[in-house]
């Protein structure tokens, strides 16, 4: 247990097991608000005593089911003993404020962290393989512990971005409770989308741990995709659509994916089959999980692509904060026996007893190696105690050793900020270049964490602002990744204007390119005055204003063209600025860049131009920015594909309608089969687009290469109403394919019953 864990194991009453009930008068006065919802309040708070910010969640009695706070209270010893690495921790209760005290997450819930950022591959593996190890706990409790709320808003993500499962047990089915009312909670807290089949259809059984691997199912395909499950569809549709066996869309799980996702994804599927008794267990799950998360070989909770791996796409992986994680000094299990030796030093140590440690340390304790290699005076730094390191340090202790891992006393002394230490430390010889095993000096921990006062007394010691770890970060990297406007000033004004430009050797970004994917906009801003290049290129040559018009951050991209920043500068795919705004929905940003010079109709290595990649996606507002801006509609890209046909192939039915508007051709046929939006439209069993397609006089006997209709399609997809709409506009049901079919034996191949008697018919 770290001590920043055991001092809020402090807050329990005992051992009996019971919540401490915090009176509001034991926080600071400034409670923070940081989420909202129907049901109450989550504050940021820090307790007076422990100096330690937690998470307040105040609970409106008058929005929440009957005695819903009261079984909270009634419940508290049963949350006390729900501790592990991935479920969220609770602390106690505020009776004065209605509210639960938890553990707090600095870095928020994972359905705001897909929302906001790119995520790469083995992060999403990462995120996945936790979120089963939590809910695998859950279920191992006897009797297990149902979550029956678990979705991404419920997952949150601690400093280091691992992830914690939090609000388990707050749904709660009680003996005799109606599925209807069960419904009505459900429902209530947006959970529409996590619902499993059997709790709305006749099943009589209440619901058990398959529940939640139901739901669970429905988080892996949120990870995988970056997406939100029914996008626009009511709660009537979901429901429908669910008890008929329809999941959310597998094509939009992105093409470019590891091998290794195809089994990633069998196991989603298995966890929401429609039979309830077919979902596997979490303690299988847990194990298949873990398996492809050893073969993407993440060693930390972020890195990049497998070695090996070819990059022909440009990398936003690193959009995630990097962050080095390293295993700080924990007191050991003492042995009973050894209470009285070495170890009973390591007690003192862990009682915070620092006046009865002092007398006990002796020459010998000094120079003895615990456990990963490290020294007392590693585990004496982390206790926080000046008077007790400095006593140590007296007894000779070697100022620069380190762990197995490279982890040096000084290294320790930042990551917990203690700047008394660091300075006696630096005092006393420590050396402020030493690096751990991947070349991480103490200076690019403080960086990192955003400790100017660190950064100042490392500088201030030797510390070299440019060095680099074994990828080639330098701090400053650090510092504009993740905001530190202070740290990056520190470490500019100690740098050369040659080096504040300087790429990290691994993927040749520099802080620019860092602090314009995040929109640090100050930052970027004090980098161009010191001369940072806004056009230099990355390994997969992207530029500043690729990515901070890719993520959005409208005032960055300003700033970028009136410090000089290209338009017409393409990242390895040919994607320009435009192209990534366009992709992603950035209507401002495209009009900007449009205002600046970039060409609406520059074409990608696989020829399309931003229209095209508007329309794949389903940006409307995007689309008519661009064509009121010069963009060509019937533009061709690859194998003579129009936005027209993309619209169509993703069924946006309201593109489409936006580019026929703008007087796109609805007759142009691609290359590859020679077909036309129509035909696009009866195979992705579109039919408002279908009708949209034929009021703008759509050719509804169209013949592809293969010779295939529109009708030839639509009796192949089986959709009654899509034939009957051609029938309605003449089309002809004796045309031939190239297999001397016409679609009515097309239909009777596919088993179509319904549409063969349709055929026959006539209509």
């Known amino acids: 247990m770290s001590e920043r864990t055991s001092v809020l194991m402090d807050c329990f009453d005992g051992s009996s097991g019971e919540f401490r009930d915090f009176k509001k008068g034991d926080f600071e006065a400034n409670w923070i608000k940081v989420a909202e919802s129907r049901f109450g309040q989550v504050y940021q708070v820090k307790l007076k005593l422990w100096r330690e910010k937690c998470a307040l969640k105040s609970i409106d009695t008058t929005m929440c089911p009957k005695n819903f706070y009261r079984r909270i209270t009634d419940e508290a010893s049963n949350f006390v003993k729900v501790k592990f690495k991935y479920i969220m921790s609770i602390y106690g209760l505020c009776s004065e404020a209605t509210a639960v005290v938890m553990e707090y997450m600095s870095n928020g819930s994972l359905n705001n962290l897909l929302a906001s950022h790119t995520l790469m591959w083995p992060k999403k593996f990462q995120m996945i393989h936790e979120v089963s190890m939590g809910m695998n706990f859950l279920h191992s409790m006897k009797p297990p512990l149902l979550h029956l709320n678990l979705k991404t808003s419920n997952i949150l993500l601690d400093d280091h971005l691992h992830v914690k499962i939090s609000d388990f047990a707050l749904i709660h089915w009680e003996e005799g409770m109606s599925k209807k009312l069960f419904m009505e909670h459900l429902t209530a807290r947006g959970n529409i989308s996590y619902i499993p089949p059997e709790t709305f259809t006749q099943c009589p059984d209440p619901p058990g741990t398959k529940f939640d691997v139901y739901s669970f199912g429905i988080v892996m395909w949120e990870i995988l995709t970056q997406q939100k499950p029914y996008a626009g569809c009511s709660v009537t549709k979901v429901l429908l659509q669910v008890s008929h066996g329809k999941r959310p869309c597998m094509e939009m799980i992105p093409e470019e994916k590891p091998c290794e996702c195809d089994p990633m994804i069998s196991i989603m599927q298995k966890c929401w089959d429609q039979d309830h008794r077919k979902r596997p267990l979490f303690s299988d799950t847990v194990m298949k999980t873990e398996a492809l998360n050893e073969v993407l070989k993440i060693p930390g909770p972020v890195h990049c692509h497998r070695n090996g791996d070819k990059e022909q796409t440009p990398d936003y992986s690193w959009l995630v904060p990097l962050i080095h994680e390293i295993t700080l000094p924990e007191m050991p299990d003492i042995p009973s026996d050894e209470l009285h030796g070495t170890y009973g030093i390591l007690s003192l140590l862990s009682k915070k007893d620092f006046g009865s440690f002092r007398q006990s340390v002796k020459k010998e304790h000094v120079c003895t190696q615990f456990s990963g290699e490290k020294s007392l005076l590693h585990y004496t730094v982390a206790s926080g105690d000046v008077r007790s390191v400095e006593h140590v340090l007296s007894l000779d202790a070697e100022v620069n050793c ?7 006393p000084l290294i320790i002394a930042v990551l917990y900020r203690l700047h008394d230490i660091i300075s006696l430390l630096l005092d006393h010889g420590a050396s402020a270049t030493e690096g751990d095993e991947d070349q991480w000096t103490a200076l690019h921990f403080a960086a990192q964490n955003g400790d100017d006062r660190a950064v100042r007394l490392l500088l201030d010691k030797g510390a070299v602002a440019d060095a680099r770890e074994k990828t080639g970060w ?4 650090l510092a504009c990744q ?7 000033r520190l470490l500019v004004s100690r740098m050369s204007e040659k080096a ?4 990290e050797e691994a993927r040749g970004r520099t802080g620019l390119h860092m602090a314009s994917a995040y929109g640090h906009l100050n930052i970027a801003k004090l980098l161009l005055s010191q001369g940072a290049d806004p056009n230099v290129t990355d390994a997969t040559d992207c530029t500043a204003l690729h990515l901070s018009a890719g993520e959005g951050h409208n005032r960055l991209v300003r700033l970028l063209l009136k410090s000089g920043a290209s338009t017409e500068s393409m990242d390895s795919r040919g994607y320009t600025a435009l192209h990534l705004a366009a992709l992603k ?7 900007q860049l449009l205002s600046n010079g970039a060409s609406p109709d520059f074409r990608t290595l696989q020829g399309w131009t931003p229209l095209h990649l508007a329309a794949l996606r389903g940006h409307e507002a995007t689309i008519v920015q661009l064509e009121s801006q ?12 129009t936005p027209l046909h993309l619209a169509c192939h993703q069924s946006r039915s309201e593109v489409v309608t936006k580019l026929l508007a703008a ?3 609805p007759n142009v046929k691609e290359d590859r089969e020679g077909w036309t939006p129509l035909h696009v439209a009866c195979t992705s069993v579109s039919f408002p687009i279908v009708l949209h397609l034929i009021t703008h006089h759509a050719d509804v006997n169209a013949v592809s290469t293969g010779k295939a209709t529109p009708l030839h399609l639509a009796a192949q997809h089986g959709c009654e109403p899509i034939v009957k709409a051609l029938l309605l506009n003449g089309a002809d049901k004796t045309l031939l394919d190239s297999s001397g079919a016409t679609a009515q034996v097309v239909a009777q191949r596919c088993e179509k019953g319904e549409i063969v008697q349709l055929l026959e018919k006539g209509c």
Do not use: F, S
Not at 402 to 408: K, Q, S
Not at 482 to 488: I, L, Q, W
Not at 630 to 641: L, Q
């Open 402 to 408: 380190t762990t197995a891992r490279g982890y040096t």
């Open 474 to 477: 330098m701090p400053l990297h």
């Open 482 to 488: 993740n905001g530190h406007e202070a740290v990056a």
């Open 500 to 503: 504040v430009g300087q790429q």
């Open 585 to 591: 929905g950035h209507t401002g940003i495209c009009r």
């Open 630 to 641: 010069g963009a060509c509609v019937n533009v061709r890209g690859e194998n003579g594909w």
């Open 663 to 665: 007087k796109a051709d």
